[in-house]
């Protein structure tokens, strides 16, 4: 899990709303765009390009 810290300053990048962990903390996701973003080796990938549309 992250350092709630960094958890408070992160923002999605397409839209800079709020994020929060997926069902099995694996990603994070951004419920005003639909994406969820990987995280990797306890690194967030907040890439656009690297991120899951969720919305189906």
Same mark, same amino acid.
Not at 38 to 51: K, T
């Given at each position: 899990?992250?350092?709630?810290?960094?958890?408070?300053? %992160?923002? @999605?990048?397409? &839209?800079?709303? =709020?994020?929060?962990?997926?069902? *099995?903390?694996?990603? %994070?996701? @951004?419920?005003? &765009?639909?994406? =969820?973003?990987?995280?990797?080796? *306890?690194?967030?990938?907040?890439?656009?390009?690297?991120?899951?549309?969720?919305?189906?």
């Amino acid at each position: 899990m992250l350092d709630q810290a960094l958890m408070d300053i %992160l923002a @999605c990048p397409k &839209c800079k709303g =709020e994020v929060h962990y997926n069902e *099995d903390k694996t990603g %994070l996701v @951004c419920n005003s &765009c639909q994406l =969820e973003f990987p995280i990797r080796d *306890d690194i967030p990938v907040m890439l656009v390009d690297e991120a899951r549309d969720i919305s189906a």
